[in-house]
C-alpha cells in the first residue's frame, strides 16, 4: 500500500501520529474484524468475556472459536472476531442479531453515555446515517420512550438504511432523506444530534484501497467546507443545552481539530470532555482552541481510523409553535385484523398509508406528524403490512420486530434450510399449522412462509435474497 506523500506530510506534527508505525500498520496483513450484537435478539450477560461454547450467544454461525474474550472495550456489546466468516451465509446476520461495525466507530457509545442521560424521553437525529451502524446502535442504547429520527440524503444509501433499521427491530425510529436544510424548520427540536459527516476517508485507507486513490489536499479542502455547511444548517434544530457528537473517519486536522475550532468560535458551542481509560490508547487531544478531540489510529487501538468530539449548545434556540397534520389510523375492523398479529399492546397506534399499516409508539404520535410534516420519509416505526379486504398481509418487518405474535411462529429450519430460504429457494419442511407462519432459524425469525396444503410458498424479499449459490466457504 503505497500511502500518499503529501497525506503524510499533512500529518507532521498532529498528537498520536508516529510516521514509521502508522505506515507499517497499513502495509501488513493485518484485519480486524469486530460485530456488535442487538440486546433485544441476543442474551448477553457475561459483558466481560465470551465463554467459547455459550449457545446463549449467536455465535454458533459466527464460530464460538472465533470470539476472542476480549471485547471491544468501550462497547458493550462490541466484540473481536479472530478471522473474518463469510457474514452472507449466516441466518443469524439477516436475522438481525448482530452487526458487522469497525470497533473505532463504537466509540459513539461512550459520548452519548457520558454527556446524556440515557433513561429520559430524548429526541436523537443521526443526520448522516447510511448505512446503519450508529443507528443502530443508538437503538441500543436509547430508551423505549426515545425518538430516533436516521436520516441519508441519498435515497439509495438511505434504501439500504431502512433495510437495517428493519432488521434490528425497533419500533420508534423514523427513516428520512432529506437535506441538512430541512432541518432547519425544526427549531430546538433534538436533545442529540450525531454527525458522522462525508470526509476525505483516509481512516478507512487499510479498509478502502480506492479511497487512497482519491485523497488529495484539494478533496480535504473541499470536505473540510462541505462539514462547515452541513453543521451550519443543522444546528438551528438542535436545543439549548443540547449535545452535538461530531466525528470522521479521517485524519486531516481540517476535518477535525480545525472544525472543532469553528464550532467553539463561530458556533459558540461548548467542549466537553470524555472519561477515556488510559488503556484504551485513544489519543486525547484539544484543538487550538482547546476543544476536546478524540483520534484512533490504527497502530495504537485495535480499529480503523476515526475522529470524534463532543459539544453543548449554550446559546437560546427559539423556539415556535410547530405546524402539522393529522394521522391516518385504521378502522375499528382493520385493527381487530393487525391485533391478531402482534403481541397485546395499548402503547402502539396503527398508522395507514395507502393501504400499509405501521405501528408507532402512542406516546411519540406528536413528533411522527411534526416529522411528516417537515421531512420526506422513507420509512417510520415497524410495517406490520398489507390491508386487503380487512385482512392484514404481512410485511416482512414484522417478522423481524418483538411486536410478533408468538402464535404467528411456525417451523424452525436447519442450516441448510435456512440458507435455502434466504435464498428464495423452494422450502420442503413440516410445519404444525397452515396458512401465514415465519420460519427461524435457532429460534430467530428470518421471514415469512404461506403454507398451503400442496406447497409452501417463501415470502423472503427478493431485494434481500442471498444471490450466490456457492455457500462452500462459508464460516
Same mark, same amino acid.
Given at each position: 500500500?503505497?500511502?500518499?506523500?503529501?497525506?503524510l506530510?499533512?500529518? &507532521?506534527?498532529?498528537?498520536?501520529f508516529?510516521?514509521?508505525?502508522?505506515?507499517?500498520?497499513?502495509?501488513?496483513?493485518?484485519?480486524?474484524?469486530?460485530i456488535?450484537?442487538n440486546?433485544?435478539?441476543?442474551?448477553? =450477560?457475561?459483558s =466481560? !468475556?465470551?465463554?467459547?461454547?455459550?449457545?446463549?450467544?449467536?455465535?454458533?454461525?459466527?464460530?464460538?472459536?472465533?470470539?476472542?474474550?476480549?471485547?471491544?472495550?468501550?462497547?458493550?456489546y462490541?466484540?473481536?472476531?479472530?478471522?473474518?466468516?463469510?457474514?452472507?451465509?449466516?441466518?443469524?446476520?439477516?436475522?438481525?442479531?448482530?452487526?458487522?461495525?469497525?470497533?473505532?466507530?463504537?466509540f459513539?457509545?461512550?459520548?452519548?453515555?457520558q454527556?446524556?442521560?440515557?433513561?429520559k424521553?430524548l429526541r436523537?437525529?443521526?443526520?448522516?446515517?447510511?448505512?446503519?451502524?450508529?443507528?443502530t446502535?443508538?437503538?441500543?442504547?436509547?430508551?423505549?420512550?426515545?425518538?430516533?429520527?436516521?436520516? =441519508?440524503v441519498?435515497?439509495?444509501?438511505?434504501?439500504i438504511?431502512?433495510?437495517n433499521?428493519?432488521?434490528?427491530?425497533?419500533?420508534?425510529?423514523?427513516?428520512?432523506?432529506s437535506?441538512?436544510?430541512?432541518?432547519?424548520? @425544526?427549531s430546538?427540536?433534538?436533545?442529540?444530534?450525531?454527525?458522522?459527516?462525508?470526509?476525505?476517508?483516509?481512516?478507512?485507507?487499510?479498509?478502502?484501497?480506492?479511497?487512497?486513490?482519491?485523497?488529495?489536499?484539494?478533496?480535504?479542502?473541499?470536505?473540510?467546507?462541505?462539514?462547515?455547511?452541513? @453543521?451550519?444548517?443543522?444546528?438551528?434544530?438542535?436545543k439549548?443545552?443540547?449535545?452535538?457528537?461530531?466525528?470522521?473517519?479521517?485524519?486531516?486536522? $481540517? $476535518? &477535525?481539530?480545525d472544525?472543532?475550532?469553528?464550532? %467553539?468560535? $463561530?458556533?459558540?458551542?461548548?467542549s466537553?470532555?470524555?472519561?477515556?481509560d488510559?488503556?484504551?490508547?485513544?489519543? $486525547?487531544?484539544?484543538?487550538?482552541?482547546?476543544?476536546?478531540?478524540?483520534?484512533?489510529?490504527? &497502530?495504537?487501538?485495535?480499529?480503523e481510523?476515526?475522529?470524534?468530539?463532543?459539544?453543548?449548545?449554550r446559546?437560546?434556540?427559539?423556539?415556535?409553535?410547530?405546524?402539522?397534520?393529522?394521522?391516518n389510523?385504521?378502522?375499528?375492523?382493520?385493527?381487530?385484523?393487525? @391485533?391478531?398479529?402482534?403481541?397485546?399492546?395499548?402503547?402502539?397506534?396503527?398508522?395507514?398509508?395507502?393501504?400499509?399499516v405501521f405501528?408507532?409508539?402512542?406516546?411519540?404520535?406528536?413528533?411522527?406528524?411534526?416529522?411528516?410534516?417537515? @421531512?420526506?420519509?422513507?420509512?417510520?416505526?415497524?410495517?406490520l403490512?398489507?390491508?386487503?379486504?380487512?385482512?392484514?398481509?404481512?410485511?416482512?418487518?414484522?417478522?423481524? !420486530?418483538?411486536?410478533?405474535?408468538?402464535?404467528?411462529?411456525g417451523a424452525?429450519?436447519?442450516?441448510e434450510?435456512?440458507?435455502?430460504?434466504?435464498?428464495?429457494?423452494?422450502?420442503? %419442511?413440516?410445519?404444525?399449522?397452515?396458512?401465514?407462519?415465519?420460519v427461524?432459524?435457532?429460534n430467530?425469525?428470518?421471514?415469512?412462509?404461506?403454507?398451503?396444503?400442496?406447497?409452501?410458498?417463501?415470502?423472503?424479499?427478493?431485494?434481500?435474497?442471498?444471490?450466490?449459490?456457492?455457500?462452500d466457504?462459508?464460516?
Open positions: 500500500m503505497q500511502l500518499p506523500q503529501k497525506f506530510s499533512s500529518l &507532521d506534527g498532529v498528537k498520536g508516529d510516521k514509521d508505525p502508522f505506515v507499517h500498520v497499513h502495509n501488513s496483513s493485518r484485519q480486524v474484524t469486530s456488535r450484537f440486546p433485544t435478539k441476543t442474551a448477553i =450477560e457475561n =466481560e !468475556s465470551v465463554v467459547s461454547n455459550d449457545t446463549q450467544y449467536p455465535s454458533h454461525n459466527i464460530h464460538s472459536s472465533s470470539l476472542q474474550s476480549q471485547k471491544v472495550p468501550w462497547s458493550q462490541g466484540f473481536y472476531l479472530e478471522k473474518r466468516p463469510s457474514f452472507t451465509f449466516d441466518p443469524l446476520f439477516h436475522a438481525g442479531c448482530y452487526y458487522v461495525q469497525e470497533a473505532s466507530g463504537m459513539l457509545e461512550q459520548a452519548i453515555k454527556t446524556v442521560d440515557l433513561t424521553s436523537v437525529l443521526d443526520l448522516c446515517a447510511a448505512p446503519g451502524g450508529k443507528s446502535h443508538l437503538q441500543s442504547l436509547l430508551s423505549a420512550n426515545s425518538l430516533l429520527v436516521s436520516n =441519508e441519498i435515497k439509495p444509501r438511505a434504501g438504511l431502512k433495510q433499521i428493519t432488521k434490528w427491530g425497533s419500533a420508534n425510529v423514523i427513516v428520512t432523506s437535506d441538512a436544510r430541512q432541518f432547519e424548520k @425544526l430546538g427540536f433534538f436533545d442529540v444530534l450525531v454527525v458522522d459527516a462525508p470526509c476525505s476517508g483516509s481512516g478507512l485507507f487499510r479498509k478502502d484501497k480506492e479511497a487512497i486513490n482519491e485523497w488529495s489536499p484539494e478533496n480535504v479542502e473541499l470536505c473540510s467546507r462541505r462539514q462547515r455547511q452541513i @453543521l451550519g444548517d443543522v444546528l438551528p434544530a438542535l439549548e443545552n443540547g449535545i452535538l457528537i461530531y466525528a470522521t473517519c479521517s485524519y486531516s486536522k $481540517e $476535518e &477535525d481539530e472544525i472543532c475550532d469553528w464550532l %467553539v468560535e $463561530e458556533m459558540n458551542l461548548e466537553i470532555s470524555l472519561q477515556v488510559e488503556d484504551w490508547n485513544i489519543v $486525547e487531544n484539544l484543538s487550538k482552541r482547546g476543544a476536546a478531540a478524540y483520534r484512533f489510529y490504527p &497502530d495504537k487501538v485495535k480499529g481510523g476515526f475522529f470524534l468530539a463532543c459539544f453543548s449548545k446559546q437560546t434556540t427559539s423556539t415556535k409553535q410547530f405546524k402539522t397534520g393529522k394521522a389510523l385504521i378502522s375499528a375492523k382493520e385493527r381487530a385484523s393487525v @391485533l391478531q398479529w402482534i403481541k397485546p399492546t395499548n402503547e402502539l397506534l396503527f398508522i395507514k398509508h395507502e393501504s400499509q405501528a408507532w409508539p402512542q406516546n411519540l404520535l406528536s413528533d411522527f406528524l411534526l416529522i411528516q410534516w417537515t @421531512l420526506y420519509i422513507q420509512y417510520a416505526g415497524t410495517a403490512g398489507e390491508i386487503i379486504r380487512d385482512k392484514l398481509i404481512p410485511d416482512h418487518a414484522l417478522a423481524l !420486530s418483538p411486536l410478533l405474535n408468538p402464535d404467528k411462529r424452525g429450519l436447519t442450516y434450510e435456512a440458507i435455502i430460504f434466504l435464498q428464495r429457494g423452494e422450502l420442503n %419442511v413440516k410445519t404444525l399449522q397452515k396458512g401465514w407462519q415465519t427461524h432459524y435457532q430467530h425469525p428470518l421471514g415469512w412462509i404461506n403454507a398451503l396444503p400442496n406447497r409452501i410458498n417463501n415470502y423472503y424479499p427478493k431485494e434481500l435474497r442471498i444471490l450466490k449459490r456457492d455457500n466457504a462459508h464460516l
